[in-house]
């Protein structure tokens, strides 16, 4: 038998992960389009300000596209081995449906990358994470149109092409079931009265699938030596009691979940989707030679976010919803504490996430995101402006000793990215105050700042986890 080790790899991938448009701003230079998140002022309930007449933290977000070289400094000041960010799709097709790609958009993507690795910093990219070019969702309605996939396969052949060889791990969609809970965000849809929701998010889903096949077998012929994964937004489904009706609704609210990793990693669709679709009036169109596309081109590792568990029962009538799970349609679990967002903090429910996700999958794993968003106060002390978030450190210490008992539970874990590094814009509520960093950005929710960075307490915490290889979690 082997021996249990509670150890870290040696080449695990310690780091942090963001999105282009939280952090980027400069949202209309060099040529760059409109994307979603431009017109999604109020964050992923109320995205429809076509006007752009509120005021919209994405527009300018921290300027990382200015600042890109003082905050890289930062993470390799951490020791990162990794920064998982994200492309824009806007700054390399502005429209999403041009024949060439936006030069200045690729120029800005070189500098970056190649800033990254000069600190020894791999960059692991997400192709497309919840902001499509807004010109796909007026002339195609988003991703409830076919031709979408070409647009985005030809995308993706272009920097698959530019960053061959700098770039070696590339994740296809943001957190791909999310179109599930915020349409527009996850796949550019807008309803209008008399559509059959459901039934027009997942043959867009099932577009994503074909497009992320696609973009899997272009990357394994461009890119030598390159792993390509999914993203999933898991939160295991706990029953509120152990009544059998209770524990039959939380595997089926866990269902809608795996159906996505169930065709990314396992390359078909499940048998249980027969039944739920059916029951919920959808009806996909697929072509020909969509399943086995689907079939040969699966993922080569699992990435997923992990931020809180869901509980649900048979009846939810008369139950207590939070702000957090509400978003996913659970109920609040009485054992467990929530953030100040509602988000429930359960570091034990990592631990059963990724064994569930190994056993059903028995690929590598990655956590792309995981974090506390909490509001943070700045004192002035004798050496300057400080942030003494323990809170910050206590969860994701919390977090990270689960992963431990996961890794010696026999899961191959490939790496951990902690969400905003560096604080930034929220996507549910595009807002600053939700803040997740180990470096304060000096600004507030009226977009008033000086843009400062500050390292936090949890910079010099986080800095020492990853200097030991996670030995050290004090
Ligand atoms: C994930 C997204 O769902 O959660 C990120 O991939 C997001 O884009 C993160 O920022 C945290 O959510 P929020 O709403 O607190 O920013």
Redesign the pocket.
């Known amino acids: 038998m082997k021996e249990t080790v509670k150890k870290f790899s040696d080449h695990f991938l310690w780091g942090g992960?963001?999105?282009a448009n939280?952090v980027e701003g400069a949202y209309n230079e060099n040529g760059k389009g409109l994307s979603t998140a431009d017109v999604s002022p109020d964050?992923?309930s109320h995205p429809f300000d076509m006007s752009m007449t509120k005021k919209n933290l994405y527009h300018d977000a921290i300027d990382f596209y200015h600042r890109y070289p003082e905050d890289i400094a930062l993470f390799a000041e951490m020791g990162f081995k990794c920064l998982r960010m994200s492309i824009a799709w806007t700054r390399i097709f502005p429209e999403g449906d041009e024949d060439q790609p936006n030069e200045k958009g690729l120029q800005f993507y070189d500098k970056v990358i190649d800033e990254l690795l000069k600190h020894d910093i791999q960059p692991i990219v997400t192709i497309s994470?919840?902001e499509m070019p807004l010109g796909l969702v007026k002339r195609y309605g988003g991703w409830r149109d076919r031709k979408v996939i070409s647009f985005y396969e030809k995308y993706a052949c272009t920097i698959f092409e530019r960053y061959k060889d700098k770039v070696k791990h590339w994740m296809t969609f943001?957190?791909i079931n999310?179109v599930v809970h915020a349409p527009f965000t996850g796949g550019g849809l807008i309803f209008t009265e008399g559509d059959n929701q459901k039934n027009i998010i997942y043959q867009a889903a099932h577009h994503q699938f074909v497009a992320s096949a696609l973009a899997v077998k272009a990357c394994h012929e461009i890119v030598k030596n390159a792993k390509i994964g999914c993203?999933l937004?898991y939160w295991p489904t706990y029953p509120l009691t152990s009544k059998p009706e209770d524990v039959w609704a939380a595997l089926s609210m866990d269902r809608e979940t795996m159906l996505f990793t169930d065709i990314q990693a396992r390359g078909v669709y499940p048998s249980y989707a027969n039944r739920y679709f059916r029951e919920h009036g959808i009806e996909i169109q697929i072509q020909e030679d969509d399943l086995e596309l689907l079939r040969e081109y699966k993922v080569d590792f699992l990435g997923f976010?992990y931020?809180m568990s869901r509980t649900t029962a048979a009846s939810t009538e008369n139950a207590d919803t939070t702000e957090g799970n509400l978003i996913m349609g659970g109920i609040k679990n009485p054992y467990i504490e929530s953030s100040e967002?509602g988000?429930e903090i359960d570091p034990k429910g990592l631990r059963i996430a990724l064994n569930i996700l190994y056993d059903r999958y028995q690929m590598p794993l990655f956590i792309v995101?995981n974090?506390l968003?909490a509001t943070d106060v700045v004192e002035y002390q004798k050496g300057g402006p400080a942030v003494n978030d323990d809170y910050r450190i206590n969860y994701l210490r919390n977090h990270i000793i689960e992963m431990k008992e996961a890794i010696a539970d026999g899961v191959e874990l490939m790496g951990y990215t902690s969400?905003?590094p560096i604080d930034?814009?929220?996507?549910?509520?595009a807002e600053m105050s939700?803040r997740?960093g180990f470096i304060y950005v000096d600004k507030d929710d009226e977009g008033n700042g000086t843009l400062d960075r500050t390292r936090k307490k949890s910079f010099y915490w986080y800095q020492n986890v990853i200097k030991s290889n996670g030995e050290v979690l004090s």
């Open positions: 992960a963001f999105a939280q964050g992923i994470h919840y943001n957190e999310v993203m937004a976010s931020y967002w988000w995101e974090g968003g969400w905003g930034l814009v929220s996507a549910s509520k939700k997740y």
